[in-house]
């Protein structure tokens, strides 16, 4: 009998040889490479076995190290142009025919994390790709790709030249396949219980049923082919910790950016962080809004409170897209208003992000836990518009939530703004800011907004008006003891953030 150590048998991290299962696309694959002339472009989320499919099916296809020539996008993500790339891959000059007589000795040009090359190098292979299968070349293209952008923008007059594929997740049946090949190989017994829990556990992902199975045997006491047949047996919570030690240096500190929210914010709106805990909860490659606000209303039996909830999660919602791309994770988690849906693109993210236990993340960052849906809303006459914008933004950019008549039209279309405004100023925000110049006085609406800003204050054991002057004006109402920010000796920025001081600090 043969004796392999078991990461000869199980490896997440680099291409499995004993337990090799032929993925669904790979006779597809091999049968365009095999087709003269064919250019390849093979996309997937990380973990799901691109180049391991790649390499496999180019070996079944006869294609070897001398009619090979595989080049990284990790490695020249700085370049700025294809004839940088190719120029100092085949340390030849920069010039495009020196660089056409390599690419067409190189018999196919492998191109491997292709996403990771400048988005303008990107579009010009794209470009190429046709006039290159004309000069006999052919390319064999392999990266991540993601609802939220595409991997490659190919010329459509290339057509049939080139055969393009997408992996996502394998048939549970792929995962078993694994198991039964690496307890041949290991002379081992998996449990039919922990079979199960494993399979179901990987989600159809290549990566994860190698990691899960390897973590498994060790966990076991088995680093080697056994001389006699060995049970293994041991359930998938007994386990997780290892397998999230291995998720852990790639998306740990993602998955902390994406519960904290805007890169720029001290803390976090609680709501925030309950649509991620729910999300990780529901464990579903696609999950419609509604199930996660069904979900986060559930334990809430006050109308009104249910109704500020409501509220408070579709502000959050608005900002999660650009928070999933400053966090870097917009190929891994992505937000579909189409749909009205978000969808786990990375089936390893949404392995790490089942198995981890995110209120222990909860417990590490600062959350607000305020009840009010709005952080400000904010009070003005129209005449200073451009004043409170400024502010608006500054805030917005930096996590917080305005509620700003231009942004909530929407919600006003239609409604009863005196029974609307009256709610929003006395119940739903943290602190109403009143913008005091020379036409503030004059307006029906800003005197309404500021009566029902006076009276809720008055109901508050906090602080609720904050007093802005832009014009030296005296309100009716509003004590001249109540202390205020003047903007004619401050700045916008001095006054956000001194608001965003007292949000905290609230």
């Avoid at 046709?130 to 007059?157: C, H, P, T, V, Y």
């Amino acid at each position: 009998m043969d004796v392999y150590s078991v990461s000869d048998v199980f490896n997440e991290s680099d291409v499995p040889v004993l337990t090799f299962v032929e993925p669904k696309e790979f006779n597809d694959i091999v049968g365009s490479l095999v087709t003269s002339g064919k250019h390849v472009t093979l996309s997937g989320p990380s973990g799901c076995g691109k180049t391991t499919l790649a390499k496999k099916s180019l070996n079944d296809a006869g294609f070897g190290p001398g009619n090979t020539h595989w080049i990284s996008g990790r490695d020249y993500s700085s370049a700025t142009s294809i004839i940088e790339l190719f120029s100092k891959e085949f340390s030849c000059e920069d010039n495009d025919q020196e660089i056409l007589e390599y690419l067409q000795a190189a018999g196919i040009v492998v191109l491997d994390d292709f996403h990771h090359l400048d988005e303008n190098v990107r579009n010009e292979i794209g470009y190429k790709l046709k006039r290159w299968n004309e000069q006999k070349i052919r390319f064999f293209i392999i990266g991540i790709a993601s609802s939220s952008k595409k991997m490659l923008d190919i010329d459509s007059e290339l057509g049939i030249r080139n055969d393009v594929y997408e992996m996502k997740r394998q048939e549970d049946d792929f995962c078993r396949k694994v198991i039964e090949l690496g307890e041949k190989h290991l002379n081992i017994k998996i449990s039919e219980e922990s079979r199960r829990q494993f399979v179901l556990a990987a989600d159809g992902i290549p990566s994860a049923i190698q990691v899960i199975c390897r973590v498994a045997c060790i966990r076991n006491k088995v680093l080697k082919t056994e001389v006699e047949c060995k049970d293994v047996s041991c359930k998938m919570e007994e386990i997780k910790d290892g397998v999230l030690r291995i998720y852990k240096g790639k998306y740990h500190n993602k998955l902390v950016g994406l519960c904290k929210g805007k890169q720029q914010a001290r803390s976090v709106h609680n709501t925030y962080f309950d649509i991620i805990k729910i999300i990780s909860i529901i464990g579903k490659g696609e999950i419609q809004f509604q199930e996660i606000q069904q979900r986060l209303l559930a334990p809430i039996a006050d109308p009104k409170e249910k109704a500020k909830k409501t509220t408070s999660f579709h502000n959050c919602l608005k900002y999660l897209p650009s928070v999933i791309e400053e966090r870097g994770l917009d190929d891994a988690i992505y937000v579909n208003r189409g749909s009205d849906s978000i969808s786990i693109e990375d089936p390893s993210f949404g392995l790490y992000l089942n198995l981890i236990d995110i209120d222990e993340i909860g417990q590490s960052i600062k959350l607000r836990r305020t009840g009010y849906p709005w952080d400000v809303a904010v009070s003005f006459a129209g005449e200073n518009r451009d004043v409170v914008e400024q502010v608006k933004s500054i805030l917005n950019d930096a996590g917080y939530t305005v509620f700003y008549d231009f942004d909530v039209q929407h919600q006003l279309w239609g409604a009863d703004l005196r029974v609307k405004l009256s709610d929003v100023y006395a119940n739903d925000a943290q602190y109403m800011v009143i913008f005091l110049s020379n036409y503030y006085p004059e307006k029906d609406w800003t005197n309404f907004e500021f009566e029902i800003g006076k009276e809720a204050r008055g109901k508050r054991t906090e602080t609720y008006l904050l007093p802005v002057k832009i014009d030296d004006v005296a309100i009716v109402g509003l004590s001249s003891n109540v202390g205020y920010i003047d903007l004619r000796r401050c700045s916008i920025a001095d006054l956000t953030n001194s608001l965003i001081e007292k949000i905290e600090q609230g």
